[in-house]
């Protein structure tokens, strides 16, 4: 009894709080322009650092720009570039896994070989190495941490179609005298669908955390646009007098993540539910 | 055994050469002439000549690579095109102190975590289990360098109890040393429990369902007893990797809590010298973290049949 009345509230707690933290970050980010109640560039040097107050909900920045704005078109940064990095991982990985992984034989290993010295570097290595060839911008970005989170989803494709390929109704299909594309494409890829949900989920708010660990250093997008690792970067030297430059964005990233993390949970659970607790 | 062994060991060889093709290919991506880039802008035109030549520009791609490989395993990075210190022995100084912090992190992280982890398993819904699974999600959830930054703020500049900038040797003064890294550790103590907990809870449930361990309980022995005699060493197993994965991962890339706190590591080098343009050191770095992570995971499995011997068969 105490399993049951335990497991399920946490379950659909996960999903829930989950979801909702996700989905409100979505909308922040598509409706950010109009929502917004300030341009988030806009200075006003006479309210510098100022408190949370009517005017300025969230207070204001070193150079008097109304942080609550800031906040909104940061998540709408942050949001843009971990889609489309994570569709790019996701095309590319799935690309290079799925035919390592349905050919096999020099193919595979090849691509493997690849695969394997891409994960020699760690993620954030690889990622500043290109930065620095090819300068800090949010493209740069996109392709630097794609490349660097490519390798996990060819891992992951690769198995998951190791693992089909052997089944009957694929035997099936070739017997029925589909090509080796068709087979590929209607019958293996489906099946993949699983593994990779949970791993965009994840990767997602791998990208979120990346993103703004670059923008912290200085390597992410450039200033003034907004987003919240370079709002946290250009408040650190005023972390004394006005703190909340710093708490706020930082309470974004967390919060963000954590809605991440357990819709993540909620996902792996939902396609394997032996891990849940 | 020895098989399995010499056949890891093997694996890391092609995995390593590809490793060093890339970062040598890295600096030739970038527009203009390597010999320029790796002198900077101020450079004299008969020293450009004269890298021209040693790097040999004159000859074909290949020749370059292997005369640059050799020069790396002679211990010959370049110097950098800032401080015209040789690279080399820059980033060992700055990897001593890295590397102090993250070991004692992870050590103290692992010391933490994988108990808890196997305690949450071993009562898998309970009250503690929930708190544990909840707990570990928040930590994974928090950046590291914001948890810095607010642990910089809290225990720093509100209570003053540690020295807010900086690092000592703890072969100059112990207990300075101590103050100074106490803050960064305990930093990536918290950011690294989550992951590892998760992990610990995870694999001990795998192995927790398993028939041995059902025998055992039917023997009659306690359950602390099958929680540590039998379930610990399979359970560990999979947990020890991701803990390597995290050590190496760390050894190169703590540039952002060295920001926070002011550090002068390995991290922060790499990043000043992106900033710099200073290639050298770039292109050093990029190479010595790589080879230090291929390095520990190497390692890390070599380890691996201690706590679970069928791997090798």
């Given at each position: 009894?105490?399993?049951?009345?335990?497991?399920?509230?946490?379950?659909?707690?996960?999903?829930?709080?989950?979801?909702?933290?996700?989905?409100?970050?979505?909308?922040?980010?598509?409706?950010?322009?109009?929502?917004?109640?300030?341009?988030?560039?806009?200075?006003?040097?006479?309210?510098?650092?100022?408190?949370?107050?009517?005017?300025?909900?969230?207070?204001?920045?070193?150079?008097?720009?109304?942080?609550?704005?800031?906040?909104?078109?940061?998540?709408?940064?942050?949001?843009?570039?971990?889609?489309?990095?994570?569709?790019?991982?996701?095309?590319?990985?799935?690309?290079?896994?799925?035919?390592?992984?349905?050919?096999?034989?020099?193919?595979?290993?090849?691509?493997?070989?690849?695969?394997?010295?891409?994960?020699?570097?760690?993620?954030?290595?690889?990622?500043?190495?290109?930065?620095?060839?090819?300068?800090?911008?949010?493209?740069a970005?996109?392709?630097?941490?794609?490349?660097?989170?490519?390798?996990?989803?060819?891992?992951?494709?690769?198995?998951?179609?190791?693992?089909?390929?052997?089944?009957?109704?694929?035997?099936?299909?070739?017997?029925?005298?589909?090509?080796?594309?068709?087979?590929?494409?209607?019958?293996?890829?489906?099946?993949?669908?699983?593994?990779?949900?949970?791993?965009?989920?994840?990767?997602?708010?791998?990208?979120?955390?990346?993103?703004?660990?670059?923008?912290?250093?200085?390597?992410?997008?450039?200033?003034?646009?907004?987003?919240?690792?370079?709002?946290?970067?250009?408040?650190?030297?005023?972390?004394?007098?006005?703190?909340?430059?710093?708490?706020?964005?930082?309470?974004?990233?967390?919060?963000?993540?954590?809605?991440?993390?357990?819709l993540?949970?909620?996902?792996?659970?939902?396609?394997?539910?032996k891990?849940?607790? | 055994?020895r098989?399995?062994?010499?056949?890891?060991l093997?694996?890391?060889?092609p995995?390593?050469?590809?490793?060093?093709?890339?970062?040598?290919?890295?600096?030739?991506?970038?527009?203009?002439?390597?010999?320029?880039?790796?002198?900077?802008?101020?450079?004299r035109?008969?020293?450009?000549?004269?890298?021209?030549?040693?790097?040999?520009?004159?000859?074909?791609?290949?020749?370059?690579?292997?005369?640059?490989?050799?020069?790396?395993?002679?211990?010959?990075?370049?110097?950098?095109?800032?401080?015209?210190?040789?690279?080399?022995?820059?980033?060992?100084?700055?990897?001593?102190?890295?590397?102090?912090?993250?070991?004692?992190?992870?050590?103290?992280?692992?010391?933490?975590?994988?108990?808890?982890?196997?305690?949450?398993a071993?009562?898998?819904?309970?009250?503690?289990?929930?708190?544990?699974?909840?707990?570990?999600?928040?930590?994974?959830?928090?950046?590291s360098?914001?948890?810095?930054?607010?642990i910089?703020?809290?225990?720093?500049?509100?209570?003053?109890?540690?020295?807010?900038?900086?690092?000592?040797?703890?072969?100059?003064?112990?207990?300075?040393?101590l103050s100074?890294?106490?803050?960064?550790?305990?930093?990536?103590?918290?950011?690294?429990?989550?992951?590892?907990?998760?992990?610990?809870?995870?694999?001990?449930?795998?192995?927790?369902?398993?028939?041995?361990?059902?025998?055992?309980?039917?023997?009659?022995?306690?359950?602390?007893?099958?929680?540590?005699?039998?379930?610990?060493?399979?359970?560990?197993?999979?947990?020890?990797?991701?803990?390597?994965?995290?050590?190496?991962?760390?050894l190169?890339?703590?540039a952002?809590?060295?920001?926070?706190?002011?550090?002068?590591?390995?991290?922060?080098?790499?990043?000043?010298?992106?900033?710099?343009r200073?290639?050298?050191?770039?292109?050093?770095?990029?190479?010595?973290?790589?080879?230090?992570?291929?390095?520990?995971?190497?390692?890390?499995?070599?380890?691996?049949?201690?706590?679970d011997p069928?791997?090798?068969?």
């Amino acid at each position: 009894m105490s399993v049951l009345s335990l497991a399920l509230p946490r379950r659909s707690a996960n999903a829930t709080i989950g979801g909702a933290i996700v989905i409100s970050l979505v909308v922040l980010a598509v409706l950010g322009p109009q929502i917004a109640p300030y341009d988030p560039l806009a200075l006003d040097l006479l309210s510098r650092m100022k408190g949370l107050s009517a005017t300025h909900w969230l207070g204001t920045d070193e150079f008097g720009r109304d942080i609550l704005s800031r906040l909104i078109h940061g998540a709408r940064t942050s949001v843009w570039i971990s889609f489309a990095t994570v569709a790019f991982a996701m095309v590319f990985g799935l690309f290079f896994g799925v035919l390592a992984g349905f050919l096999r034989g020099w193919t595979d290993r090849i691509i493997m070989t690849f695969n394997d010295a891409l994960l020699a570097f760690p993620g954030l290595l690889l990622a500043l190495g290109i930065m620095a060839i090819a300068g800090a911008s949010r493209d740069a970005i996109v392709v630097a941490l794609g490349l660097a989170y490519t390798p996990a989803v060819v891992r992951v494709a690769r198995a998951s179609v190791m693992s089909i390929r052997e089944r009957e109704y694929i035997e099936a299909s070739r017997v029925m005298g589909n090509s080796e594309l068709i087979t590929m494409l209607r019958h293996v890829l489906p099946n993949c669908i699983a593994p990779m949900t949970v791993l965009a989920t994840t990767m997602f708010g791998w990208v979120i955390l990346s993103e703004s660990a670059l923008s912290f250093l200085g390597l992410g997008v450039p200033p003034p646009a907004p987003t919240w690792g370079n709002m946290l970067a250009t408040g650190r030297p005023f972390i004394t007098q006005a703190p909340h430059l710093i708490i706020l964005p930082g309470l974004c990233i967390s919060v963000t993540l954590l809605g991440i993390n357990m819709l993540g949970d909620a996902i792996r659970d939902w396609f394997d539910p032996k891990m849940q607790g | 055994m020895r098989k399995f062994l010499l056949g890891r060991l093997a694996s890391a060889i092609p995995t390593l050469i590809i490793v060093t093709i890339a970062v040598f290919v890295m600096v030739r991506l970038i527009p203009g002439d390597p010999a320029k880039l790796m002198l900077g802008d101020l450079a004299r035109p008969d020293q450009v000549e004269a890298l021209r030549h040693r790097m040999g520009l004159d000859q074909p791609i290949v020749t370059q690579y292997f005369l640059w490989l050799g020069n790396i395993f002679r211990g010959d990075f370049g110097s950098s095109i800032t401080s015209a210190q040789q690279v080399l022995p820059l980033m060992l100084e700055r990897f001593s102190v890295s590397a102090t912090i993250v070991v004692v992190a992870v050590g103290i992280a692992a010391m933490i975590a994988v108990p808890a982890g196997m305690f949450a398993a071993w009562r898998q819904n309970s009250l503690t289990d929930l708190s544990v699974v909840a707990l570990s999600t928040l930590l994974l959830s928090i950046p590291s360098f914001w948890l810095g930054l607010m642990i910089l703020l809290f225990l720093g500049l509100k209570l003053n109890w540690f020295p807010i900038v900086g690092f000592v040797s703890f072969d100059d003064d112990f207990l300075k040393a101590l103050s100074f890294i106490a803050m960064p550790v305990l930093t990536l103590v918290l950011v690294e429990i989550g992951s590892i907990v998760r992990m610990a809870r995870a694999s001990t449930i795998e192995v927790a369902r398993l028939e041995y361990i059902t025998h055992a309980r039917a023997k009659g022995l306690s359950e602390s007893a099958v929680m540590w005699r039998h379930a610990f060493k399979n359970a560990f197993a999979p947990t020890w990797t991701l803990i390597g994965l995290i050590l190496g991962s760390l050894l190169g890339g703590i540039a952002v809590i060295e920001t926070v706190f002011t550090i002068p590591g390995l991290g922060r080098l790499l990043v000043d010298a992106i900033y710099a343009r200073d290639y050298p050191v770039v292109q050093g770095c990029i190479l010595f973290v790589a080879v230090i992570y291929v390095l520990v995971n190497l390692v890390v499995d070599l380890l691996y049949p201690l706590f679970d011997p069928r791997i090798t068969q």
